[in-house]
């Protein structure tokens, strides 16, 4: 069982900045794949980044040149840093940790609120 918490959410104005931490228990973080999603009010739940155990990384088209997902295997950690925020970010935010191989299992955090308002 993999424990993930997710933490940096808050308030912030359009065109400001935020950064989130996802931190997971456990020994074999460096070889897992780490992603995060977002919910906005009333919306399904949607992609918005990913990092490898290679550090290879993915983003969804909405958030490319504004987010940047990175990780720190000495703390167990993936950070998102957010920038340029605009009212359209507004979401919970999640953590996903995924296995790899063999068994790629997903475990989820509980969600950050983000609100971009003025």
């Known amino acids: 069982q993999v424990r993930v918490v997710e933490s940096g959410g808050g308030l912030v104005q359009p065109g400001g900045s935020l950064s989130l931490s996802c931190a997971a228990s456990?020994?074999?973080?460096?070889?897992?794949?780490m992603a995060w999603y977002r919910q906005p009010p009333g919306k399904e739940r949607e992609f918005v980044a990913i990092?490898?155990?290679?550090?290879?990384?993915n983003y969804a088209d909405s958030v490319k040149g504004r987010f940047t997902i990175s990780r720190d295997n000495t703390k167990n950690t993936a950070y998102l840093q957010m920038n340029t925020l605009k009212p359209e970010d507004t979401a919970v935010y999640y953590c996903?940790?995924?296995?790899?191989?063999?068994?790629?299992?997903?475990?989820w955090g509980q969600g950050t609120q983000v609100t971009v308002s003025s």
């Open positions: 990092i490898t155990s290679s550090k290879n990384t």
């Open positions: 996903k940790y995924n296995t790899g191989l063999p068994n790629l299992r997903d475990y």
């Open positions: 456990g020994s074999d973080f460096n070889r897992a794949a």
